[in-house]
Each structure stands twice: as C-alpha cells, then as structure tokens.
C-alpha cells in the first residue's frame, strides 16, 4: 500500500500547479482522500477532501475558490489543482487515505510529501 505524491515545485506568487497522488497495491475506488499541508513551524492544515461515494468536497476557508480536488478512480489517482497561488500556500502537501468512502477525518495511509514553494 503506498500513496506518491508528486507535481510540487517553486512558482511565482499567482501562479499554477497540478498535484497529483498515485496509489499503488489497494484501490481507490472505495475510499475518500484528502490534501493536507504542513509548513515549518506551523501544525498540519487539511485542504480538501473528497468522497468515493458521491463525489461529495469539502475546502478550508483559505483555499476555497482557488483549488480544486478531483480524482480519476481509473487512474487511480487524485489530484489538486492549485490556482492562484500565495506565499503563504508554501508547504510540504501530502495525500491520505481516508478509512472510509466518505471524508471520516481518520485515515489508513499517508503519501510522502512534496514541496510547494511559492515565492517571488
């Protein structure tokens, strides 16, 4: 079981990125997943989550309107794409697994990181 998460970078305040995390060894079709991020210093923050059942979505206030979590059950993959980008976006972002098809806050597996850096 393992999540990679992949498409962080350095990009210029109001700039794009595309997030992608590839699960390996279970299926997501059955689970909801979740961005989180962590900067230095700061407590981890949940981004978004979407569920497996009926594409339910949920934001925190300080992305609401600039990103937007999808997933490709095919591919295996879930995504967020980050538009609008502010510096204090800056964190390490990571994907989960939820337990269950639906955005329970408890979660089975964790993808590694990437960084997203949003500076001038």
């Known amino acids: 079981v393992q999540l990679q998460a992949s498409g962080g970078g350095l990009v210029h305040p109001g700039g794009s990125l595309r997030l992608s995390c590839q699960a390996s060894g279970f299926s997501l079709d059955y689970f909801a997943m979740s961005w989180f991020r962590q900067a230095p210093g700061r407590e981890r923050e949940g981004v978004s989550c979407?569920?497996?059942?009926?594409?339910?979505?949920t934001y925190a206030d300080s992305v609401k309107g600039r990103f937007t979590i999808s997933r490709n059950n095919a591919k295996n993959t879930v995504y967020l794409q980050m538009n609008s980008l502010k510096p204090e976006d800056t964190a390490v972002y990571y994907c989960?697994?939820?337990?269950?098809?639906?955005?329970?806050?408890?979660?089975?597996?964790w993808g590694q990181g990437t960084q997203v850096t949003v500076s001038s």
């Open positions: 979407i569920s497996s059942s009926d594409g339910s979505i």
């Open positions: 989960a697994t939820d337990r269950y098809y639906y955005c329970s806050g408890y979660y089975r597996s």
